[in-house]
């Protein structure tokens, strides 16, 4: 069985540019994560996708950063613009259900590179 | 504020020498604890969880954890280290009302030969 899939796995950009990451979770997973890993530190939420609806978006930067999840399965996370902060790795996992007892299962994650 | 302290950063140990990794955390209830091992360019993946009863909880790759109420505390344990457990680990809590998980800043494991 196919893992969680995200791409691409490593982009660099220049500040104020836009950029985009994808996630194809685990196939019958409802619940689909982002997370913000800075170096050196354990993820971060950003987003929680129950199927299409985004239930915990609250640490999510809303002026730059934008996520849809549409017909419940792919996820794409945006930010425009970009800036040098925004620097890290972003993962993406998935699991069966929202209840903490779900196991989740993480992607290998996307390495922004912001210049 | 659910919070996990992992205060150990880098962590040597040579190959088939113990291993215990530290994680305390902080949770106004029972709380659900994770750790997870993450290689270099690798997604996280799950070594071991703790929900309730037995407070010694086995993992895969040969790893175990106790869960220490009156320590609030979760330490990893190997008895024997091998090379390939280099990598970084990392404990989590989270509740049981949803499936948010809180993360320490991990610990880079070095295996000396």
């Known amino acids: 069985e196919a893992g969680v899939v995200q791409s691409p796995r490593y982009k660099i950009i220049e500040k104020k540019q836009p950029v985009a990451f994808w996630c194809n979770p685990i196939?019958?997973?409802?619940?689909l994560y982002w997370y913000l890993q800075n170096l050196g530190q354990g993820p971060e939420l950003l987003i929680r996708y129950e199927n299409e609806e985004a239930v915990d978006d609250s640490q999510l930067p809303k002026d730059r950063f934008s996520a849809e999840r549409l017909k419940g399965v792919d996820s794409t996370l945006k930010i425009q613009p970009a800036e040098l902060g925004d620097s890290a790795v972003y993962l993406c996992?998935?699991?069966?259900?929202?209840?903490?007892?779900?196991?989740?299962?993480f992607g290998p994650g996307t390495r922004l590179t912001v210049l | 504020a659910q919070s996990v302290t992992q205060p150990d950063i880098h962590i040597t140990v040579s190959e088939g020498a113990s291993l215990e990794l530290r994680c305390n955390y902080s949770?106004?209830?029972?709380?659900?604890l994770f750790w997870y091992v993450q290689s270099p360019g690798q997604g996280l993946q799950l070594l071991l969880k703790?929900?309730?009863?037995?407070?010694l909880v086995q993992g895969i790759k040969g790893f175990e954890a106790e869960f220490k109420r009156s320590q609030s505390s979760f330490n990893l344990r190997k008895p024997s280290v091998h090379w390939s457990d280099a990598a970084e680990y990392f404990c989590?809590?989270?509740?049981?009302?949803?499936?948010?998980?809180?993360f320490g800043g991990g610990t880079r494991l070095m295996v000396k030969p």
């Open positions: 703790y929900f309730s009863g037995d407070t």
């Open positions: 949770y106004g209830a029972t709380p659900y």
């Open positions: 989590a809590v989270g509740g049981n009302a949803g499936n948010m998980l809180t």
């Open positions: 996992a998935s699991s069966l259900g929202y209840r903490t007892y779900n196991e989740q299962f």
């Open positions: 196939s019958g997973h409802n619940t």
